[in-house]
């Protein structure tokens, strides 16, 4: 037994010896050689437009026109004298706070219901849920567009069932954003659905066996036992959320615009931060405004990030 | 179109701005749908009389403004000024005076103090395409949209009354025109497509089957062309129409739309809405290199 294991470990060192890599190395080579092909592709997609784009935001370039070089004019005007683009990033920061949370918590009640034991067709209800997750968010948003009309709407004439004025919806500045709100809840909460499934799934039997057998009730099961162990899950549905609902774009576009009218109204009340720099850059064609406004969306949704991953990480040992 | 004195483009897609008629809802509210309107007041009580409701809501419109009023935005002010919406010499905009102040008052006045239309009646619906607005004001071009979309709709087109006390042409008109680049790489077969496009053959088919006026003056005189009423009102409307004048197009628009929002929905007062669009605007344009 000894020469043979003695050989085998002589083996690699030989081969180390030879061309000048351990088995680390070649490992290692050989990961970026696989991880290669997307490497390639992230960088012609993301990181070349992203560069391109910072060095364009410090420039003054109207498109087909000259580019001049403002250094950090295009920021400045940004951040202190343009209220239209603070407005499209508060307009974003309350759809994302208000349709992120709901959509979480329903998402974590109906998976809960979903992995109970007794729950009969679960099959059926899962894939329920999840359809809007797989349709068309421009063919969803044209329908919702019809339900939230305000004086034929199928949801305002329900409302008015019991006796209640329904809102503008996106008619009215104040209620359009909510809308969109509603619509998104509604797509979004399947998906969010099936992440927390699969936490739930992934928490060992035996933890909630003992607790029943030590007396916890469902509450204190739930409190002390689920919603610490799902943290994971509750933290990657989290970022995902908020990370889209930064980007918040195609509900607004195809939920508010017309062929006569611009999307983001009425009165800038759902016009986003990527809707925002969409018609900044190619309304007045001001590639190099755009482009600052970009990265300074980049920035937030950064900055929003690494805070959720300092307040929601908790970590944990089964 | 001419850059100074040379030829340099050729005009297609010419339209006017008229006042479309839903002749079975004038008949019904007891109003004569051949006749046109020639005062503001007598648009504003015959849109009062079509407008119909249930209760405190609306289930017919007097005239349907408030999905697509753009139009009147930048017609009416046009209007009111000889030098249109922009100054000539100036470059700054007109309508933050008082012939555009009247105008903004009495558009808007429709929704705010009339009610003939309301931004949650049938929200971004075309009221008038659906039989649901007694008039409506748009493109001529939109002839060929009703016809198309909704044949059973009778409708007639008129010429627009006055909005403002003070105007200078009837009715304003806007076309696109088509140049070739001097970076074009074939600029004979350039200039071949927009022969084609503005020849005397294309021009009758697209006013037969398109919906849209010609702008060939030399069909103007064809009265073969005419035999539709609606045709004819929008050749006439050609006669003294006065161009529809900006600096800008879309992004010009969304300042006015913002002027419109801000009375209507945000009930702010006329004046100060106006003063800041047209601020807006003029920022615009200096943004754009347009302006000092």
Redesign the interface.
């Known amino acids: 037994m000894i020469p043979l294991v003695a050989h085998r470990t002589q083996g690699p060192r030989r081969a180390q010896r030879v061309k000048g890599l351990g088995v680390k190395g070649r490992q290692t080579l050989w990961a970026y050689l696989f991880l290669s092909p997307a490497l390639a592709l992230f960088a012609v997609t993301v990181m070349y437009p992203m560069v391109r784009a910072l060095q364009y935001s410090f420039f003054n370039w109207?498109l087909g026109g000259d580019k001049t070089f403002i250094g950090l004019q295009n920021y400045r005007r940004l951040l202190f004298e343009d209220p239209a683009f603070r407005e499209a990033v508060g307009n974003t920061l309350y759809f994302t706070f208000f349709s992120v949370a709901p959509t979480l918590a329903l998402a974590l009640v109906v998976a809960i219901m979903l992995n109970g034991p007794l729950l009969r067709a679960r099959g059926a209800f899962r894939t329920i849920y999840f359809v809007p997750v797989v349709t068309s968010l421009v063919a969803v948003g044209f329908v919702w567009?019809a339900m939230l009309?305000?004086?034929?709407g199928v949801i305002n004439t329900v409302i008015r069932w019991f006796g209640l004025p329904g809102p503008?919806?996106?008619?009215?500045?104040d209620w359009a954003m909510n809308g969109i709100v509603l619509m998104a809840v509604w797509r979004d909460f399947g998906f969010y659905m099936v992440i927390f499934l699969a936490g739930l799934q992934a928490i060992p039997r035996e933890i909630t066996d003992a607790a029943i057998v030590d007396g916890a009730s469902a509450w204190q099961r739930f409190r002390s036992i689920t919603l610490p162990l799902l943290n994971p899950s509750i933290l990657l549905a989290a970022v995902i959320g908020v990370i889209n609902g930064l980007q918040l774009f195609t509900q607004v576009y195809v939920m508010t615009g017309?062929a006569?009218?611009?999307p983001g109204?009425?009165?800038?009340s759902t016009r986003s931060a990527v809707l925002y720099i969409v018609?900044q850059t190619f309304?007045?064609l001001?590639m190099g405004y755009g482009s600052a406004a970009a990265f300074l969306l980049f920035v937030l949704i950064m900055i929003v990030t690494l805070i959720q991953f300092q307040v929601l990480q908790r970590k944990f040992e089964y | 179109m001419k850059l100074a004195d040379q030829y340099y483009a050729l005009p297609t897609d010419v339209q006017s701005l008229l006042l479309f008629y839903n002749d079975d809802l004038f008949r019904e509210a007891g109003l004569d749908p051949t006749q046109d309107f020639s005062t503001w007041e007598e648009l504003r009580r015959a849109a009062i009389q079509l407008t119909e409701r249930d209760g405190d809501q609306l289930t017919q419109a007097g005239l349907d403004i408030s999905a697509s009023p753009y139009q009147w935005y930048y017609s009416a002010p046009t209007l009111a000024y000889p030098d249109g919406q922009v100054a000539d010499d100036t470059g700054e905009v007109n309508y933050a005076s008082a012939p555009g102040y009247q105008t903004w008052e009495r558009l808007t006045g429709l929704v705010t103090e009339d009610g003939v239309d309301s931004a949650e009646f049938l929200a971004e619906q075309s009221k008038f395409a659906i039989g649901k607005a007694g008039m409506t004001f748009k493109e001529y071009t939109f002839t060929g949209v009703y016809n198309l979309t909704a044949p059973d709709l009778n409708f007639s087109l008129h010429p627009a009354p006055p909005v403002a006390d003070t105007v200078y042409a009837p009715v304003a008109t806007t076309s696109w025109a088509y140049a070739v680049s001097a970076d074009c790489a074939d600029q004979s077969a350039a200039w071949e497509w927009i022969e084609f496009l503005t020849s005397e053959e294309s021009q009758r088919t697209w006013v037969a089957e398109g919906g849209e006026l010609p702008s060939r003056k030399a069909l103007l005189e064809d009265q073969s062309l005419q035999e539709d009423p609606n045709v004819a009102a929008g050749f006439a409307s050609l006669e003294d129409a006065v161009p529809y004048d900006s600096m800008g197009w879309d992004d010009a628009f969304a300042v006015q739309q913002q002027i419109w929002d801000e009375i209507v929905l945000d009930e702010q007062d006329v004046e100060s809405a106006v003063d800041r669009g047209a601020d807006e605007e003029r920022a615009l344009y200096q943004r754009k290199g347009l302006l000092e």
């Open positions: 109207p567009r009309e305000p004086s034929f503008g919806w996106l008619a009215d500045p017309s006569q009218q611009l109204g009425p009165l800038n018609q309304r007045p001001e």
